[in-house]
């Protein structure tokens, strides 16, 4: 871990500082850390994997050209779960 020994001066507007609350609340962090955080993300440095990671990608259209599962296959799914908690489906062969 970097040793933190400067200290930067920002103004910024009440609703701005509001909403970095609110995330660095969201996000079990300082407003210190989190501005911290930001900033590195800005500059693609330490967070910057972090920063790649998100925002999720959408999802909106990832699976239209595959088949869609009719009432059967989840019937069929729901009763192999049902079964393997009841200890009716497969068992494991004994641990040596």
């Known amino acids: 871990m970097m040793k933190k020994d400067a200290v930067i001066t920002v103004r910024v507007p009440r609703p701005t500082r509001r909403r970095l609350e609110a995330l660095a ?3 079990g962090r300082s407003l210190s850390q989190q501005v911290e955080r930001l900033i590195e993300r800005g500059l ?3 967070d910057s994997a972090e ?6 990608p959408r999802l909106s ?4 050209a595959e088949p869609v599962p009719e009432y059967g296959d989840f019937r ?8 393997s908690v009841r ?3 497969r068992r494991r062969a004994p641990r040596r």
Request: aromatic residues 0%; hydrophobic residues 35%; glycine residues 18%.
């Open 87 to 89: 200890g009716k489906g």
């Open 51 to 56: 920063a790649a990671a998100s925002p999720p």
């Open 44 to 46: 693609g440095g330490a």
């Open 25 to 27: 609340r969201r996000e």
């Open 61 to 64: 259209g990832l699976l239209a």
């Open 76 to 83: 069929s799914v729901r009763t192999l779960l049902s079964d």
